[in-house]
């Protein structure tokens, strides 16, 4: 008997630094899989499908949605964005560790769902530090800046609603704490009831 | 701001290894503190007190168990064992880790009473195994090696009451888990709900 993966939903306000614990997350447990979003937006300079996104177009995407092909799936400046379930799924039964970077509101649909899941959120040290990270990026006017200062303040209060907050004060440091929690969680009584009540 | 220390509880049932997993894990954690039962049997020999035991006679354990001294106590065998409370609360209102190894009725104990620990369990790695390890103590007679087998199987059905679940294949392997466990649940945001709201 294999036992099931483990869906683990990593998000977080903007400039906390999320997609940068991920990348590392993925480069030294390669055995994790990660799930690829399909969005309806053009593809960007440098943006390979099936590495960054699927790219599929409009009709494609509300068949998907009509089917409930998607785990969560948000429009964002006409643009549609979702998470397959398939691939998802697949990968769950097959005993794999499925990882998804994603927004506050994908997070809390995916919650409603699927209560298996493991979901953690991402702070950054401080919001001095926060502010710091957005204005390091160089490619955003101050009024830009403010306002995505502001909207993440607002993202933290979001804290409350997942089962583990890591704080980026260093990436390694916030990778271990991840994979401290995914190893931790494949502990718990309530995941290993079957494995257990079989072997004794 | 100090956050407050995780009270460990580690049981399982004789015969799975949990003295030697604990012996180990305190080897590599020199920081976590462990909390010393005291009981008013005779001390055996090479048994040191405040090491092994605090040795209390019968008066003094007794007006412990009136002034709620104790965080769970037990008769065995007309003598009395318990965990004294003050040494774990002041440990970890100082923010100190402690461990407490003790068996699965005093886990339970402790449970109704200190919601914020946290509860592993240890389990064999089969019955086969168990029985194994009980046999090869070697200092039991036939009847007394069936009757713990048997009082194991039954003490094995309390893992459900657990919060995690830690299988002895191995005893490093099994520390690791211990490990991650104690450093996965500082992240629980229930445990820091406090240090978020006082930081954003």
Redesign the interface.
Known sequence: MSSKGLLIVVSGPSGAGKGTICKELLNQNPQIKVSISATTRQPRNGEIKGINYFFIDKNKFELMIKNDDFLEYATVYDNYYGTPKEYVMKNLEDGNDVLLEIDIVGALQIKDRFKDAVF??I?PP??EELKNRIVGRGTESLADIEKRHGSA?SE?EQ??K?????INEDVLKAV??I???I???K???LR??EE?QS??
Chains 1, 2 share one sequence.
């Open positions: 953690i959120f702070l401080s919001l303040i933290i804290f409350i997942y089962d583990y907050a890591v271990g704490d994979e401290a929690i190893r931790a969680e502990c718990r009584v290993r009831t257990i072997k004794f």
